[in-house]
């Protein structure tokens, strides 16, 4: 509860900028207007389950499962006062078990801190640039050195070079291969390592 209250009450810069560049890509320009959201009763299960193994709603269920998350656990925002920023930060809420598909990290400590430093990149978030620099922290020094020497350099490349991760309407592209998604957003393959 408290990294999210700190993601709201930090976010006041990034969130507007965030929310500019979803209002001026006609997909994000859409999922602002519709406002779609990322729960368990939106979800059919069951559908995502039977779908091909590979593509983006099979890989989410398994990542769920295998994790044992529900994208129920994501909280509402609550100190956002405008409305359209609220939604801006929900979403980014909602879409970050998608990142943890799209990029191949489990929900370890390492997987964790590998993606906060891509959505430190993608939204300059400064929870996500706090989680970046203090969540190693808790890591032993051969993943500290597996990070710092394959997994950041990859994250930050893969986070500057891919377009806007709020500009993708997942909801539509649940049929969509990772891989296709992945170069279509322009993240780069996961390197080959287990974390």
Sequence with gaps: DMVAVLGETTGCLALPNLRD??????????????????RL???DMA???????????REYVRFLEDNKVSPDTRMPPK??????????????REVHDL???LLGMPTNMLGEVVVKWFEAIQTGLPMCVLGAAFG??????????VLATELVPWAI?????????LNVYYEQRWEQPVESLREEI????????RV
């Design 21 to 38: 560049k979803m209002k001026h890509h006609p997909e994000g320009y859409r999922i602002l207007q519709e406002r779609p959201r990322i």
């Design 41 to 43: 009763s939106t979800l």
């Design 47 to 57: 559908r995502l389950r039977g779908l091909p193994d590979g593509s983006l709603g």
């Design 79 to 92: 100190f956002v006062d405008d409305e359209e920023l609220a939604y801006v930060i929900q979403r980014y």
């Design 99 to 101: 990142m943890h598909t």
């Design 136 to 145: 190693p922290v808790r890591l032993s020094a051969r993943k500290l050195q």
């Design 157 to 165: 490349r893969s986070g500057r070079n891919a377009s806007c991760i």
């Design 186 to 193: 322009g993240i780069f393959p996961p390197p080959a390592i």
